[in-house]
Structures are given as structure tokens and as C-alpha cells.
């Protein structure tokens, strides 16, 4: 009996041995085909132009008095006026958001003194959305006569991008053929086919715009607003495979 199990178990070890490197040649010639083909990894990028149909913009107001109740209702009866303001100027009250709401001590600071306390500000602050760009400037400078004194600044949009980035696509795609092809000659090779093709980034909107100051606005009948264009960039990356 136990010279059928030693000869069972050394039969065992004979086939592990003999398993072994069949199951490594076939790794081999996988990683060798991997490893043989030749591949050209590549990105290119595509951009369009567009006049952009919204804008984002933030209001707020800020009020002192000595208490904090008195802050508080203070702030809330401007604020209200600067609402009604936005609501007469056309602007939906889905498109108004409250973006902060606080209230805080005020502090006097005086050389080899302690800080004295002088009060409480309360602030209170909108973003505002606006579809229709020709009246942006009107509806800044009412929601300023309402009592608006903080004006953040303004960020342009697209409502719906589709169209633009699509078009940003095909010229992405186009230069990244372009590229490829380029890079294939130049090596002495010609694009087999594609392997892969992914996609990042998306529509940039320029820097937000610097608010004049609060004088000129109030002085002036609707404060000059210009929307200017907006790149569109899509960012695309490759493999393909080439072959002699």
C-alpha cells in the first residue's frame, strides 16, 4: 500500500512537471504577441467658438448695525427690496439661489489695545441666473438702486453645448487621424488600425468679469455688458496599431 501511494504521488509530480512548461509557453506566446505589435499612443484636441446665451451672477448685501437682531432685520428688509428688483427685471425665482447667509461680530483694532466691538454685519448673498443677456445690465443696476451693495461678478454660459461640442469633436478626431497618420510616415510605418479612443474635457468658460465700481453703475441708465465668445475644447486620446 504504501508503494502505490509513492507511486501514485510521484506520478502526480511528473505531470505538474511536464504541465508546468506547456502552461508557460502558452504565457509566452501571448505576452510575445502582445509585445510584438507596434502601437502609437497620440491625443489631439478639437475647439469651437460660441456666443454664450447666459450668464451667472453674484449680489448680496451687507448691513451693520450695533445688534445683531438689528443686523439681521436690517439686512432682510434690503434684501427684500433687491428680490422684488429681480423679480420685476424678469428673472424666475428658480434662478435665484441663496449662496450665504451669516453674521458676524464687528471688531475695532487699535495699536496696544484690545480689540473693541463695535457691532454685528449681517450678509446676505444671491447667485442669480440670467437667460436673456440683453437685459443683464438693467437688472444689475436695479437690484443696486434696491439696495444691493456687493457684486461678485459675472461668469458666461451656454445653456445647451451639444451642437458646439460635437463640432469640437469631429475636428478633435480629425486632428488626432491627422497626427497619426503624420507620426506613421514619418517612422516608416502605416496606421494599421484603431485600438482604443477615449475622451476628457469640455466646455471653458472665460474668467469672470470684474465689476466696475458701484458709482459708475449708479450714475449710469444700464451698465455695458458684453458676453464677447466662448472656446469649446473637447480633449480626445488614442492607440492605434501600425504595421509595416
Request: glycine share 6%; hydrophobic share 45%; with cysteine.
Amino acid at each position: 500500500m504504501k508503494t502505490f501511494a509513492c507511486a501514485t504521488m510521484m506520478g502526480a509530480l511528473l505531470a505538474a512537471t511536464w504541465a508546468a512548461p506547456a502552461a508557460f509557453a502558452q504565457a509566452s506566446t501571448a505576452g510575445d504577441t502582445m509585445f510584438h505589435a507596434t502601437t502609437l499612443n497620440i491625443s489631439a484636441f478639437g475647439e469651437s467658438r460660441v456666443a454664450p446665451d447666459m450668464a451667472s451672477i453674484g449680489l448680496g448685501v451687507n448691513t451693520d448695525a450695533p445688534t445683531a437682531a438689528q443686523a439681521l432685520s436690517a439686512n432682510a428688509a434690503e434684501m427684500s427690496k433687491v428680490m422684488a428688483a429681480l423679480t420685476a427685471a424678469g428673472i424666475a425665482a428658480k434662478d435665484i439661489k441663496t449662496s450665504n447667509l451669516s453674521l458676524n461680530a464687528q471688531y475695532d483694532y487699535e495699536a496696544n489695545q484690545p480689540p473693541r466691538m463695535r457691532g454685528y454685519q449681517a450678509s446676505n448673498s444671491v447667485t442669480v441666473i440670467v437667460h436673456d443677456l440683453t437685459r443683464l445690465g438693467q437688472a444689475i443696476d436695479a437690484t443696486v438702486k434696491a439696495g444691493a451693495n456687493q457684486v461678485n461678478g459675472i461668469s458666461f454660459g451656454v445653456s445647451d453645448p451639444g451642437a458646439a461640442e460635437d463640432a469640437a469633436r469631429q475636428k478633435a478626431v480629425k486632428a488626432l487621424m491627422a497626427k497619426a497618420s503624420l507620426y506613421a510616415i514619418a517612422s516608416g510605418y502605416k496606421v494599421a488600425r484603431l485600438v482604443s479612443l477615449s475622451e476628457g474635457g469640455g466646455y471653458q468658460a472665460p474668467q469672470p468679469m470684474p465689476m466696475m465700481a458701484m458709482a459708475r453703475m449708479e450714475k449710469d441708465s444700464a451698465s455695458p455688458v458684453s458676453a464677447g465668445e466662448m472656446s469649446l475644447r473637447i480633449d480626445v486620446s488614442a492607440v492605434y496599431e501600425l504595421s509595416k
